[in-house]
């Protein structure tokens, strides 16, 4: 079958060709030749991939398709769909890394031809490392032969880096471009996971979902002095077997083949398809440790047909407790002495139908460390999950007296201003989290009980845990943090209020002074932002696209920063390897920032604190030539009442800024900076009210927490 097989949506055209999506537009209204949509629906057509891009070669606008990029298209536009192309595509990355002597011979082939050919080496290869009962199935010829264009590009695409990093590509795109479809597990909280689990050599997932788990699980252990270096930061060992189950076959498949192209051959790889709580996979297993990120809040979970389940050893969970049925699933799975780590709800600490289970667990010493992480850390990012760390208990041990509470939901976060803590994934200092974390969990796993810090970590012990609700939240049995400063720190924020206070009153704008003239104020000639970016006396960018190289961290000015005056909260995605490069709009010192969303006047000149950073979504960059326009008087007059409200434009649910619409008088250079200055001073006035909030409002919560601990006397 030809590549015209594949289709490619508006989205697609523009990566390809590296422009927006206002210029596909273009073209399909001003060129009669553009190839006509295939499918697709009115408001949203497909093309077929090779006409677009032999149209595109035909216009001079296709310079060079990176492979990336065209191997994409192909999956995205697959005509079985983008997992069965995503599993077919897999499978031969798999045959390439295992036979790759074979390959050259196979893929020499004409397309049909191969198409016939590769599913008795498919076959024995996935036989060989997934065993007869398995989650890939092998294509068939006819199921391969639509995929023959994408099996040569993901071939020649694992040539220039490897087979596991081409399928992590495709992937990770195909997780992207669905981000509703599937219920993620960051990598930051994967690794603590695993970390907290400790060594283990047999590891079961049995809700893998896209096997972030088991592949942080999974990861190979490093040779010679990284070797030493991993051992000396208690790095946990790879693990030679894991296991997985989920309820979707598709997801079940592509978990195989990820986790079987992660790990060497020597690690066995065993992911099976089904409904864990209902049909368990693996019964007979005894891993040395168990992690799970369980489905939330599920009603039909088996309630109905488990009654009599064996693995209820600490209660038979209520309907409404799916997440107490996963922990004791996870310990009927565990050897003694083995270690579940489980993300978990936080109503799952208190909700009143399950404190029985909690009690027994408690009592029998199968539940362990309860730790709070901060909202953002994982979906649903809107809450702040728990990590439940439970070991299931050896024969005749006694269990342990005290149980470790962890709360790392109130850690700070970087740019997030005076007496501001919290604020969602963008503003998340992971390691620090991940450091206090295991700070506290590795010496009470060793020592059974330490010594605790204020309202972050506490040993508490068990019997003052079960009273009538076994409420286990971390934040209700730690101390506040308040009890560790006292008064000395609120004396600290005393003084910067008052010196804010002294500033703010320094800052205060003089009387105003009458003009002379009119009610109507003055009438000056006036241009608009789009007739001076016209002229070349500014340029104007929008926002939000672009990566970061891998490896490094680049912070983002976001909409929610401009309008509360604070330093960049945002960071860019990592590129991907093979994809195309989107070069971010980075901001430069003196740089004019607009939020076009929400209504109201808002104009904001970049400072040293901003400098550098890359523009987010929702904002307008205006880069003013120091020769012609002053910042400080362009940013002045934007957030005139009046003006905004001519440049706005009404939705049903939003307002929108037309930036270009937004006027400003035609003054000269000198007159301008006259006003630039003033409205310098205003800002920086504006500034300084900010501040003295934030500190008042620390004060004010200090000190009540303060005298309701007794830390603070009347």
Known sequence: MPDSAAEVTAAGIARLAGVGRAAVSNWRRRHADFPKPV???????????????????????????????????????????????????????????????AWPALAAAPGERLAEVLPVPLEETLTERFGAERA??????????????????????????????????????????????????????????????????????????????????????????????????????????????????????????????ATDTAVDVRVLAGDTLRADAFPALAADAVLCHPPFNERNWGHDELAYDPRWE???????????????????????????VLLMPPAAASRRSGRRIRADLLRRG??????????????????????????????????????LLVDTASEPTPGAGAGVSGGGRDRLDWPAVESAVLAAWRPFDRDGTIAGAPG?????????????????????????????????????????????????????????????????????????????????????????????????????????????GHAPSGSLPEAPPHGPAEEPVLLAAGDVVVPVLGGGSVARVVDAAATGAALGRNVHLLRPDPTAVDPWFLAGFLRATANSRQASSYASTATRLDVRRLQLPRLPLAEQRRYGARFRALAEFEEALRLAGRLGEQLVQGMYDGLADGTVAP
């Open 456 to 564: 972050a970590s506490r040993s508490v012990p068990v019997v003052e845990l079960l009273d009538d609700d076994v409420d286990l939240a971390p934040a209700r049995h730690l101390p506040p943090p308040a009890a560790a400063e006292g008064a000395a720190q609120l004396a600290g924020v005393r003084e910067r209020l008052t010196e804010t206070l002294r500033r703010t009153r320094e800052l205060t704008p003089p009387p105003a002074a009458d003009s002379g003239a009119a009610a109507g104020g003055v009438r000056w000639p006036s241009t608009t932002v789009g007739e001076l970016a016209r002229a070349g006396a500014l340029t104007l960018r929008a926002g939000g696209t672009g990566a970061a190289a891998p490896g490094t961290v680049v912070p983002v000015l976001t909409d929610t920063d401009v309008l509360a």
């Open 39 to 101: 499918g697709g629906t009115e408001t949203s057509p497909s093309f077929a991939l090779a006409d677009v891009e032999a149209w595109l070669r035909a216009q001079g606008k296709l310079a060079e398709v990176p492979l990336g990029e065209r191997v994409w298209q192909q999956i995205a536009g697959h005509p079985a769909g983008a997992v069965t192309a995503l599993v077919h595509a897999g499978c031969a990355l798999l045959l390439v890394r295992e036979r790759a002597a």
């Open 136 to 261: 890939v199935r092998t294509p068939t010829a006819v199921a391969l032969l639509p995929s023959v264009p994408l099996l040569r590009g993901a071939a020649e695409l694992a040539e220039g880096t490897s087979p596991r990093e081409a399928f992590e590509f495709l992937l990770g795109r195909h997780l992207d471009a669905n981000p509703r479809q599937y219920t993620l597990t960051p990598p930051g909280p994967a690794a603590l996971m695993a970390a907290l689990a400790g060594p283990a050599t047999t590891v079961l997932d049995p809700a893998c979902g896209t096997g972030s788990l088991l592949g942080a699980a999974a990861a190979a252990a490093p040779a010679g002095p990284a070797a030493t270096a991993a051992a000396a930061t208690d790095a946990p060992p790879a693990a030679t077997a894991v296991y997985g189950q989920d309820a979707d076959p598709d997801l079940a498949a592509l978990t195989a083949l990820r986790l079987a192209l």
């Open 366 to 403: 199968a539940l362990r460390a309860v730790v709070a992480l901060p909202a953002g850390a994982a979906p649903p990012y809107g809450i702040p999950l728990h990590l439940w760390v439970l070991r299931r208990p050896a024969p005749g041990a006694r269990p342990p007296a005290e149980l």
């Open 314 to 340: 600490y209660g038979f969970p209520a309907r409404t407790e799916s997440e107490l049925a996963w922990v004791q699933h996870a310990l009927a799975r565990l050897r003694p002495g083995g270690t579940a």
